[in-house]
């Protein structure tokens, strides 16, 4: 059964940091496309960061360039955000998603994606 979980979410006050994970279980993430997406209350859900594993090409939403760094642990079987420099606007659910038709391109649309994660919740607040 193809599973993907994240953790690491949780309050932290602007400025802070948070390191997500997403850990897979079913099938090994080094064969697929990886993508961490946000949605915020009221919003559409967006695309943040996403990983092509031929390669290890990676795109950066315009919001969270130079502060976010995605990564990926193939002996894990794991894929990791790093958040620094949290803002209130970082306030949202946070989804890792992978697809095996993206190993070798790097997508931050939701339309890609066919497996998703439950999400984990991360607040910046003071």
């Known amino acids: 059964q193809l599973q993907l979980v994240e953790s690491g979410g949780g309050l932290v006050q602007p400025g802070g940091s948070l390191r997500l994970s997403c850990a897979a279980s079913?099938?090994?993430?080094?064969?697929?496309?990886i993508g961490w997406f946000r949605q915020a209350p009221g919003k559409e859900r967006e695309g943040v960061s996403c990983?092509?594993?031929?390669?290890?090409?990676?795109r950066y939403a315009d919001s969270v360039k130079g502060r976010f760094t995605i990564s990926r642990d193939n002996a894990k079987n794991a894929v990791y955000l790093q958040m620094n420099s949290l803002k209130p606007e970082d306030t949202a659910v946070y989804y890792c998603?992978?697809?095996?038709?993206?190993?070798?391109?790097?997508?931050?649309?939701?339309?890609?994606?066919?497996?998703w994660g439950q999400g984990t919740q991360v607040t910046v607040s003071s």
């Open positions: 998603a992978a697809e095996p038709l993206l190993f070798r391109r790097c997508v931050l649309s939701t339309q890609e994606y066919e497996s």
């Open positions: 079913g099938f090994t993430l080094g064969y697929y496309g």
């Open positions: 990983l092509s594993s031929s390669d290890g090409n990676t």
